[in-house]
T-cell receptor, first 115, second 113 residues
Framework: GAVVSQHPSWVICKSGTSVKIECRSL??????MFWYRQFPKQSLMLMAT?????????EQGVEKDKFLINHASLTLSTLTVTSAHPEDSSFYIC???????????FGSGTRLTVV | SQKIEQNSEALNIQEGKTATLTCNYT??????LQWYRQDPGRGPVFLLL?????KEKRKERLKVTFDTTLKQSLFHITASQPADSATYLC????????????FGGGTRLMVKP
């Protein structure tokens, strides 16, 4: 089945630094990928839709200058958390869909801790 | 306002029993509804998709129903096992929302041996 690889699985960074998270579709092409954020004991909240070759679409309340998304190829989308602060600490998950008749495949998630 | 509500935050059942989880939605016109399993510290894993014109879908010990009149989906796990313990999320895609999925809050299922 479809596989989405997300890296790193966890990262600890200092406040003020930037962190890049990669999301790759391993055996299919994804023109669209989705980035979610999940706080403890809460559900997934969509942050942005990443579109290959064009600008990402951000959900209301998500700062596009803080969460930079690049989708330069059909198999890779990256999310960069710029000038990270402790309140950005969360579980970030990407997803993509292989076909219309199937569900979405999620990456294994990235646990970001900003200290 | 639009809402997706799952019946309870947590559900405890005995091994071998049938677990039934509920997903209700308001102010959506979903093209389809999906159910996912999420284990702690992991991304969700797709289980089943049911379209608006389908009443029921089955996969091994899983069964999903979809009632667009009641605006409700039921998710059943028969002959439950401790390994079924996880958080289960329902998600739907609204018409005119592109490929965007919206998730419910999830129900944490605990199957006791």
């Amino acid at each position: 089945g479809a596989v989405v690889s997300q890296h790193p699985s966890w990262v600890i960074c200092k406040s003020g630094t930037s962190v890049k998270i990669e999301c790759r579709s391993l055996d299919f092409q994804a023109t669209t990928m989705f980035w979610y954020r999940q706080f403890p004991k809460q559900s997934l909240m969509l942050m942005a839709t990443s579109n290959e070759g064009s600008k990402a679409t951000y959900e209301q309340g998500v700062e596009k200058d803080k969460f930079l998304i690049n989708h330069a190829s059909l198999t890779l989308s990256t999310l960069t958390v710029t000038s990270a602060h402790p309140e950005d600490s969360s579980f970030y998950i990407c997803s993509a869909r292989e076909s219309r008749d199937y569900g979405y495949t999620f990456g294994s998630g990235t646990r970001l801790t900003v200290v | 306002s639009q809402k997706i509500e799952q019946n309870s935050e947590a559900l405890n059942i005995q091994e071998g029993k049938t677990a039934t989880l509920t997903c209700n939605y308001t102010n959506y016109s979903p093209a389809y509804l999906q159910w996912y399993r999420q284990d702690p510290g992991r991304g969700p894993v797709f289980l089943l998709l049911i379209r608006e014109n389908e009443k029921e879908k089955r996969k091994e010990r899983l069964k999903v129903t979809f009632d667009t009149t009641l605006k409700q989906s039921l998710f059943h796990i028969t002959a439950s096992q401790p390994a079924d313990s996880a958080t289960y999320l329902c998600a739907l895609r609204n018409y005119n929302a592109g490929n965007m999925l919206t998730f419910g809050g999830g129900t944490r299922l605990m199957v006791k041996p």
